[in-house]
Structures are given as structure tokens and as C-alpha cells.
Nanobody, 116 residues
């Protein structure tokens, strides 16, 4: 089965930037299935942060609009999340998966910590 591995997290200061990567064990990003990035902060539910569908249609949570950019390689096995002007509220574990329903098994996620 497909395995998803997230990476690129770390500790940054308020206003800093990070680029997260989601690598799959096979090409799943060239399909028409909508893919997304999720995050879960301590004591909160997992929430969708950004998604990219067919024809490169992108969706963002209001909290990250203008700061985050999602992208994927059409004929590859990777997806990215460029995060700029990070805020302490962005601190969470970030995961990748399909939107609407987790079609694939959840990976371990990557920790993003933003200090004030």
C-alpha cells in the first residue's frame, strides 16, 4: 500500500519560513484525486490547511491565506507546502493525505514549532 512521509518541519521564529515535503511511495499526485495538507495542534482536532485539486485548483483555510502555498508535481510522487510569515498559532504536527476522506494511511507527520 501507499506510504506517505512528511518532512521539512522544525523550529522557527515568528515571521520565519519553512517548506514541507510529502513524498509517496508511488505516483499518486498526478491523479485527479484532491490532495491536501492537514495539521493538528495539541488539544485540537486535525484540520485541513490547504488542498490542491485537478487543474491546479487550490483551497486554503482562512487562517493561512496569503501565507501558505500548496503545490504538487503532476508526474511525480511529491507535494509541498511553502509556509511564509509563520505565526505561533501555526505550531502543530503537519500531515498530508487526500481531502474529504483519508484515502491513504496517515504518516507520522512533521512537527512545526513557531516561537514568539
Amino acid at each position: 500500500q501507499v506510504q506517505l512521509v512528511e518532512s521539512g518541519g522544525g523550529l522557527v521564529q515568528d515571521g520565519g519560513s519553512l517548506r514541507l515535503s510529502c513524498v509517496a511511495s508511488e505516483d499518486i499526485f498526478s491523479s485527479n484525486r484532491e490532495m491536501g495538507w492537514y495539521r493538528q495542534a495539541p488539544g485540537t482536532q486535525r484540520e485541513l490547511v490547504a488542498a490542491v485539486a485537478y487543474r491546479n485548483i487550490k483551497t486554503y483555510a482562512d487562517s493561512v491565506k496569503g501565507r501558505f502555498t500548496i503545490s504538487r508535481i503532476a508526474n511525480g510522487n511529491a507535494m509541498y507546502l511553502q509556509m511564509n510569515n509563520l505565526k505561533p498559532e501555526d505550531t502543530a504536527v503537519y500531515y498530508c493525505n487526500t481531502r474529504w476522506y483519508p484515502y491513504y494511511s496517515w504518516g507520522q507527520g512533521t512537527q512545526v514549532t513557531v516561537s514568539s
